[in-house]
């Protein structure tokens, strides 16, 4: 999968993360939208372990991976896959490495400068705005989620190809962030469990460099558009 397909699956966790409780009764869909964009304001740094299962597709397929996951604004993120295999995704805020060690290759591809929800990536850039790009509805958590968690769907206003739609899981009390769901066309789903949640740690810059080691393939992604 390229930089591009993989950044418009995850990307979109970071909306929210963590924190003290916002809301003191059920909300509504917009209340809802409105307090996740107002937490997602003061999140500087997140780190937190992580499961992505995927399903479904065109080729039916299901898939496990686990590992560690670090962001900071503007831009900058670390996946470090443990299981199956080891792999890392390392953005530094402009640009974006998609490294496999046992394949000995690189993806390298651009982080969107648009200020629009073109693709989720662009709240990597803490540019995108729940409550501007998307129509929210509350729905049922998904299967796998903790009982009693809150569940907001997102449909674009302006349709997108990398994805249909997403849902963000938190805790009703502290929307803290506990999943992300997003669906694509072709029927498949990926799905982010988080747990050990720590915000506002002050990562350091260093976790959001990466140079390509000696001897692997180097496929620069930006250079094909």
Known sequence: MGTRGWLALIASFMMVAGGSPTL???P???ELA???QRKYGTVRDFSADFVQTYRGGVLNRQMKD????MVRKPGMMRWEYKAPEEKLFVSDGSRVYWYIPQDKQVQIGDVPT???ATTPALFLAGKGDITRDFTPSLVEPPAGYPQGAQALKLVPITPQAEY???IIVVDPGTLALRGLVTGDSQGGTS???FTNLKENVGLADKLFTFTPPRGVEVVNDSSRR
Not at 66 to 69: F, Y
């Open 114 to 116: 648009d200020d629009r």
């Open 66 to 69: 686990s590992g560690r996951v």
């Open 164 to 166: 249909d739609w997403l």
């Open 28 to 30: 509504s869909a917009a």
């Open 191 to 193: 799905s982010f469990s």
């Open 34 to 36: 409105a307090a996740l």
């Open 24 to 26: 003191a009764q059920p």
